[in-house]
Nanobody
Framework: QVQLVESGGGLVQPGGSLRLSCVATGNITGINVMNWYRQAPGMQREMVAS???????FLVDSVKGRFTISRDNTKNTVYLEMNSLKPEDTAVYYC????????????????WGKGTLVTVSS
C-alpha cells in the first residue's frame, strides 16, 4: 500500500526558512508528478509547486523566487525548500503524488499525505 509521509514543518519567524520532505513508500515503480499543496485556515487547498519525474517544475506566482521544489526519484522523495517565509505562508502543507505505479497494481493512482503544519509568526 502506498503512503506519503511529510515532515519538516514547524514554527518559524518571518523571513526564516524551512525544508519540507515527503517520502512515498510502498512497492512503487514510478511516480509521474509530485506536488505540494497547502491549505490555510478557512481557505481552499491550493497547489504551490509541482515537479515531473523528468525534473520539469512549476511554482505558483506567490512563491516564485522564495520556494524551490526538487525530487529524488531513487528515494521517491520530493522536497520543498522555503525561504523568506511570510505570515501568509502559514498553512498545512500536503504532498500529492500523481500517476503512481506499483509492482502489484495494473493501473496508476494518486495519493495524498496527511500534511505538515507550517506556522510563520513572530
Amino acid at each position: 500500500q502506498v503512503q506519503l509521509v511529510e515532515s519538516g514543518g514547524g514554527l518559524v519567524q518571518p523571513g526564516g526558512s524551512l525544508r519540507l520532505s515527503c517520502v512515498a513508500t510502498g512497492n512503487i515503480t514510478g511516480i509521474n508528478v509530485m506536488n505540494w499543496y497547502r491549505q490555510a485556515p478557512g481557505m481552499q487547498r491550493e497547489m504551490v509547486a509541482s515537479i515531473t519525474s523528468g525534473g520539469n517544475s512549476f511554482l505558483v506566482d506567490s512563491v516564485k523566487g522564495r520556494f524551490t521544489i526538487s525530487r529524488d526519484n531513487t528515494k521517491n522523495t520530493v522536497y520543498l525548500e522555503m525561504n523568506s517565509l511570510k505570515p501568509e505562508d502559514t498553512a498545512v502543507y500536503y504532498c500529492y503524488a500523481a500517476g503512481v505505479t506499483t509492482t502489484s497494481d495494473t493501473y496508476d493512482a494518486d495519493y495524498w499525505g496527511k500534511g505538515t503544519l507550517v506556522t510563520v509568526s513572530s
